[in-house]
């Protein structure tokens, strides 16, 4: 092989390497703009969800969770160098989490199906459940009177 032939392979191997490095960085910077809109997308749900979380837990008279995330998370998501494709994934996994999450919360927001006592006060529980006891027990009271008399 002659210098001029070397050098047309050399150039042929630089411009394959040139342009794989530019798709690598195009599908990198799709990857981080997809990013971006993937985390304003994700924000905005958690805010809207952590309202929710809010709501539920003053209907339900639970201790809401801790829904900010911690200094090692942060660091963590700021790391430099990251690959804007797993971050994309994890976001991506992320926002998987908040369909169920919301799942979740809108069956809590939903009445409940059929009667369920629990849902109602006390006094008027007790009342219900006392007094279907009082009729049975008139009732077989007067069986055992008709049973009696007959």
Do not use: H, K
């Not at 700021?78 to 998987?96: I, M, N, Q, T």
């Amino acid at each position: 092989m002659n210098p001029w032939e070397e050098y047309r392979a050399a150039a042929t191997r630089l411009d394959e390497v040139r342009r794989r490095a530019a798709a690598e960085a195009a599908a990198r910077g799709d990857a981080l703009q997809a990013a971006r809109e993937e985390l304003v997308a994700v924000r905005r749900r958690l805010t809207i969800q952590q309202v929710r979380f809010a709501e539920a837990s003053g209907r339900f008279r639970v201790r809401l969770p801790g829904l900010t995330p911690t200094n090692t998370e942060i660091n963590a998501a700021l790391e430099p160098g990251s690959d804007p494709v797993a971050v994309l994934a994890a976001l991506r996994r992320a926002r998987s989490t908040l369909d169920d999450a919301d799942a979740a919360l809108a069956e809590l927001s939903q009445p409940p199906r059929g009667l369920r006592l629990t849902v109602w006060p006390r006094t008027l529980r007790g009342r219900i459940v006392y007094g279907v006891m009082a009729v049975v027990a008139l009732g077989l009271a007067a069986l055992g009177v008709y049973a009696l008399v007959r």
